[in-house]
């Protein structure tokens, strides 16, 4: 019996090592992403990535599905994996409407807000700031931090999450992932520079406030015009 229990633990580890590794290389492709260095069209060579990484094409080929759900990359029969084209303005207008839709609902779902959500709320918002500033740090010098745009964008992620999370309804969750999916391709318009980045942490600040008044169709109210004030940011960009 103790000898079954030893042989499962150990494949469960070997499951949890190829995983943590898949997960690995899936971060390290996506920062080659969204730093732009693979220009759009590119073709993603599973060996090379490989060889670059010091892994078999196992995990980046793992990888490579997942990268296909969010749109970044595209598979082609017989040719491989290249780097998907941009996402046009009409796409982000969809995409859009669809979040503003399913996330204004989420915070009137979410209102009256708990104290748990609250000081969730509070935590990403703090968090979400905290990186914006060192985002902020690095483009006023004229250098990128990928590291830091990276963390940002999921700080950014986060915060909106947790009015999610607190709404009450596990399909908003499910259609939000799915909408998450075509996010990444968003994000590669959305970061223009030092206002952005300034204008997205006030607007965050005005939603965790506007939950903590009390006052009942603010959090709505200002989950819309946030995701309104990023949409007109993005198709200002693709304009441009």
């Known amino acids: 019996m103790v000898t079954d229990l030893d042989g499962g633990l150990r494949g469960l580890d070997s499951t949890i090592e190829r995983r943590g590794l898949r997960d690995h290389v899936y971060d390290r492709i996506l920062q080659l992403l969204l730093s732009g260095e693979a220009a759009p069209g590119s073709r993603l060579s599973i060996d090379t990535i490989a060889r670059q990484l010091s892994v078999s094409p ?43 839709m399913l996330e204004s609902h989420a915070a009137r779902l979410a209102t009256p807000a708990t104290p748990v959500m609250l000081a969730e709320l509070s935590a990403a918002e703090e968090e979400h700031r905290r990186i914006g500033e060192r985002v902020i ?38 259609m939000s992932d799915s909408l998450g999916a075509q996010l ?57």
Request: charged share 30%; hydrophobic share 40%; with cysteine.
């Open 58 to 100: 196992t995990p980046v080929r793992e990888a490579m599905v997942q990268l296909e759900r969010t749109g970044l990359v595209t598979r082609e029969a017989l040719k491989g994996y290249r780097v998907a084209p941009p996402i046009g303005a009409e796409q982000l207008r969809e995409l859009f409407d669809a979040r503003i």
């Open 137 to 174: 740090t690095a483009m006023r010098s004229g250098s990128t931090d990928l590291e830091a745009t990276t963390a940002y964008f999921a700080a950014d992620a986060d915060f909106h999450r947790v009015v999610l999370r607190h709404c009450g309804n596990r399909y908003l969750i499910d």
């Open 184 to 240: 990444h391709r968003m994000r590669q318009s959305v970061l223009h520079g030092v206002t952005d980045v300034r204008e997205a942490i006030a607007e965050h600040e005005a939603i965790a406030d506007a939950f903590a008044s009390g006052d009942a169709d603010a959090p709505e109210r200002l989950m819309r015009r946030h995701i309104e004030q990023v949409r007109a940011r993005s198709l200002d960009l693709e304009r441009g």
